[in-house]
């Protein structure tokens, strides 16, 4: 399953595609523009360098929030764009979920603040 995620809910932008729960191309831009700057040329990117079509996605996985209200809205419509566009499910994922994923596997023990 090929998966284009997209989480513009703060101040970094980050997309990237993940087929079968490996990482294929990410792009992280934390620089003075707006997600509503970035965003697109920064999926076209990652799609060209995997050298695959939007059509081949399976998916697309948004940050759902909590986040910036500008930015979780930027996302949410450029998500919605491409899903109908190439008529595929978006995936909503909560911002925090989606952060704490990262610490899958690990035996210590991690407090957020």
């Known amino acids: 399953m090929k998966i284009l995620g997209i989480d513009s ?3 970094v932008a980050s997309v990237a595609i993940v087929s079968d729960n490996v990482v294929i191309a990410e792009y992280t831009m934390n620089h003075k523009k707006t997600h ?4 697109l040329p920064m ?3 990652i799609v060209k360098t995997s ?4 059509e081949e996605l399976d998916a697309i996985a948004i ?11 930027i996302g949410a419509a ?3 764009g491409l899903a109908m ?3 595929k499910p978006i995936v909503p994922v909560k911002t925090c979920e989606g952060l704490a994923f990262n610490m899958w596997g690990l035996r210590d023990l991690y407090v957020l603040l």
């Open 85 to 87: 566009a190439i008529d």
């Open 51 to 54: 050298e695959m079509k939007l």
């Open 9 to 11: 809910s703060g101040m």
């Open 36 to 39: 509503s700057e970035t965003l």
């Open 78 to 80: 450029t998500a919605k």
């Open 63 to 73: 940050a759902s929030g909590p986040g910036s209200f500008t930015g979780l809205r």
């Open 43 to 45: 999926i076209d990117e």
